[in-house]
C-alpha cells in the first residue's frame, strides 16, 4: 500500500470517485469529480487520507454516521451524501442510461425523480450481542462490522423516534452470539419488527422478548424467523385507497413517496385495460390499484403476501374483480396460452430479473405492458428481450427509492403497435 496523488475525474459505478492514472483506474470511495486528494492505495483501490482540493461539487454530509472509517462514520448505509444534488442526480440517471445503452436500447430517460430525506419507511438494521447489551446499527462498508447510530436521515421520523425501543428489543432477542437482523417497517399503528436470526429461542426467551414488545409502545408487531411472537394490532399500509396487512417480512417499496410516484405510472399506463395481469405481484403495491380500473390477476410465490393481497381485495368496497394465484414465476411462467387473456400486464421481479417470463410475454398479443425494476441491468436485457419481440418503448423513468445509495427503481412501459 501507498500513499498517491489522486485527481478523481468521475463517479464509477458504485458511487467510488474514479481517478486515471498511467496504472489504470482507481477507485476512491467519499470523493467528488474535482477533488484533489491524498490516498493510501492498493491496487485498484484506494481510501482517503485528505482532500488536498476540494471539489465545487462536494458538499457536507447532513448524517454524522456518514465518511471515512472513524469510531462514529462508515455506517455503510449510503455512498453518495457528500456528492452536491446535481452531479448525485445526473449520475443515477446515468446509470439507468448506461445500463440501456449496453443493450444499444435507445430511450429517452426521465430526469430522475427525487425522494425526500427521511421518507424511507422499511430499514434494515444489523445487530449483535454484546458485554453492555446489543449494538444496534449498519454494517459498515465490506465488512461484518456493525456501527451504531444514534440517527438515519433517510428513515422515516417513526423509525427514528423508535431506535431506543429497538436497541432495547435487540438486546432481548440477542441469546446468541451471532449478529442478527431486525427489518423494521414504518406502518400504522405502530412500527413492525421482523428478526432474521441463526439462532433459535427456548420459551422462556420467547416470553420475555413479549414482554418486551409489550412494554413499547412504538411497536405493535414482532416476528422471530418468520413465526409471530406478538401482534399487538395488525399493522397496516395503504396502497392506493385500499389498507393491506402486510405479513411479516414481507416486501414492500421502501418509500411510500416513490411507491405512489411507481403506482400512478402504472396505473395511468394499464388502466384502459380491462384484465391486467400483476406478476411478482407481492402484497398488491400495483394490483390493488388497479383493480379501481381493471379485473386483474395476481400472480405471486409468497404465499403470506398473496394471502395478505386477497383478504385486503375481498374487504374493499369499489374495486373490480381481483383474482390470486400462488406460482413461481422462474419455474413456471404464465405461457403464451394464459397471457391471451390480458390486455395489459405489469411485472416486478427481484433484482434477478424475469428473463423466462419475459420470453413468453415478448410473444404475447399483450397490448400494454409495464416493467419495474431495482436493477437497471437485469431490466434492459428484459427491456431487448421485448423490443425484440415488437413491443416499443414509451418511456423510462428512474425514481430515486434508495437516497445516496448506488440503487435505483425504474418503471418502463411498453406498447405493442398496432398491425
Not at 427525487?114 to 454484546?130: L, S, Y
Not at 416476528?223 to 393491506?244: A, C, T, Y
Not at 390499484?289 to 390477476?297: F, I, K, Q
Request: charged content about 25%.
Amino acid at each position: 500500500m501507498s500513499a498517491q496523488k489522486l485527481d478523481i475525474t468521475r463517479l464509477g459505478g458504485q458511487g467510488d470517485g474514479i481517478a486515471e492514472t498511467p496504472h489504470g483506474q482507481i477507485f476512491v470511495p467519499f470523493t467528488v469529480p474535482g477533488d484533489v486528494i491524498n490516498a493510501a492505495v492498493e491496487k485498484t483501490r484506494a481510501s482517503l487520507i485528505a482532500v488536498l482540493t476540494p471539489s465545487p461539487d462536494r458538499v457536507t454530509p447532513p448524517c454524522p454516521h456518514f465518511g471515512p472509517d472513524d469510531e462514529n462514520a462508515g455506517c455503510g448505509g449510503c455512498a453518495l451524501q457528500h456528492v452536491a444534488d446535481s452531479v448525485y442526480q445526473d449520475w443515477k440517471r446515468g446509470l439507468v442510461v448506461a445500463a440501456l445503452e449496453s443493450r444499444n436500447i435507445v430511450a429517452d430517460v426521465a430526469p430522475l425523480v427525487t425522494c425526500e430525506p427521511g421518507t424511507r419507511r422499511r430499514v434494515v438494521f444489523a445487530a449483535r450481542r454484546t458485554d453492555k447489551g446489543a449494538i444496534l446499527g449498519f454494517n459498515r462498508a465490506s465488512s461484518h462490522q456493525i456501527i451504531k447510530v444514534e440517527t438515519c436521515v433517510v428513515a422515516s421520523e417513526r423509525i427514528n423516534q423508535a431506535l431506543p425501543a429497538l436497541r432495547r428489543l435487540a438486546t432481548a432477542v440477542a441469546v446468541g452470539k451471532e449478529a442478527f437482523r431486525f427489518y423494521v417497517l414504518d406502518a400504522v399503528p405502530g412500527v413492525d419488527i421482523a428478526v432474521d436470526a441463526p439462532f433459535k429461542l427456548t420459551e422462556p426467551d420467547r416470553l420475555r422478548i413479549i414482554n418486551a414488545v409489550r412494554a413499547e409502545q412504538a411497536v405493535s408487531r414482532l416476528s422471530f424467523n418468520d413465526e409471530i411472537l406478538i401482534e399487538k394490532q395488525p399493522p397496516q399500509l395503504d396502497f392506493g385507497r385500499v389498507i393491506v396487512n402486510p405479513p411479516p417480512g414481507g416486501f414492500v417499496q421502501a418509500s411510500n413517496q416513490a411507491e405512489t410516484v411507481m403506482g400512478d405510472l402504472v396505473v395511468g399506463h394499464l388502466k384502459k385495460s380491462k384484465r391486467v395481469a400483476d406478476l411478482f405481484s407481492g402484497s398488491g403495491t400495483f394490483a390493488l390499484r388497479l383493480a379501481e380500473h381493471s379485473h386483474v390477476h395476481a400472480v405471486e410465490a409468497d404465499g403470506p403476501s398473496l394471502a395478505a393481497l386477497d383478504k385486503a381485495a375481498r374487504r374493499s368496497q369499489g374495486l373490480k374483480p381481483v383474482t390470486v394465484e400462488k406460482r413461481d414465476l422462474f419455474r413456471r411462467p404464465l405461457m403464451l396460452a394464459e397471457l391471451k387473456a390480458y390486455q395489459g400486464l405489469v411485472f416486478d421481479p427481484p433484482r434477478a430479473g424475469a428473463e423466462v417470463q419475459v420470453g413468453d410475454i415478448a410473444r404475447s398479443t399483450v397490448k400494454h405492458i409495464a416493467a419495474v425494476s431495482c436493477n437497471p441491468t437485469t431490466l434492459a436485457r428484459d427491456l431487448e428481450i421485448l423490443i425484440k419481440g415488437g413491443y416499443k418503448l414509451m418511456s423510462v423513468t428512474p425514481i430515486d427509492q434508495f437516497l445516496w445509495s448506488s440503487h435505483v427503481e425504474v418503471v418502463a412501459l411498453l406498447e405493442r403497435p398496432k398491425r
